[in-house]
């Protein structure tokens, strides 16, 4: 059985964790299977990546607790890494990602969607990190991600006291970026999907990179990582075809994605 499918609609993609019968549960099988369809993801014909959970109770509730339970000191180092390496695989993927978060998204899930570019989630979508109250702490990067999305603050309160928090506190804090009704959410999802898909994709992917890498040294050096990858667009026709019909007052051709 697949765990992880992808399907293509247009120009963008929908991976869906499909593990409905564990509330999509991470386990070490759906791990590995995330990791090889992400490396099937083409930058040439997907413009933009929605990651959801199959059902309507769970984005994805978790690590599978059964699997964690009888781990060694060293078997958990192991699966923490096999959790992060596939987990910055996603996060670091040149197109942007949508998490659209339906349901359950503790642990693991809650760790996955922070992963991606943007959350959207249903008003049925609940997050949070209960590791501690397992005995162990978050192991897929929630300690970081939490801290860097909605301060190290909040990221503390919300992990020492594994409170869950419902999507309207998620989107007061800053973890989500909109919140529909459940039965708008893929559409919603798919809209922004679109949206994003319809503008330059070398731009779009120059835009994450420059987000991604400044975040992580000072203003000095990420302003010089700026001028470079905007520098780098000059060179697309992409960007001779957009700017030529602005001064000539027209609507410019579809993006070529070169």
Known sequence: MAFVELEKKGLIGVLTINRPEALNALNDQVISQLSEVLDTVDPGETRCLIVTGAGSKAFVAGADIAQMSKLTKEEGTAFGKLGND???KLETLPIPT???VNGFALGGGCELSMSCDIRLASETAVFGQPEVGLGITPGFGGTQRMARLVGPGKAKELIYTARNIKAPEA???GLVQAVYPAEELMAEAE?????IAGNAPIAIRACKKAINDGLQTDMDKAVEIEEELFGSCF????????MTAFLEKRKHDPFENK
Do not use: C, P
């Open 86 to 88: 596939v987990f910055r």
């Open 235 to 242: 060179d697309t026709a992409d960007q001779k075809n957009a």
């Open 171 to 173: 989107l007061a804090i």
């Open 191 to 195: 809209k922004m999907a679109n949206r």
């Open 98 to 100: 949508i998490a659209a």
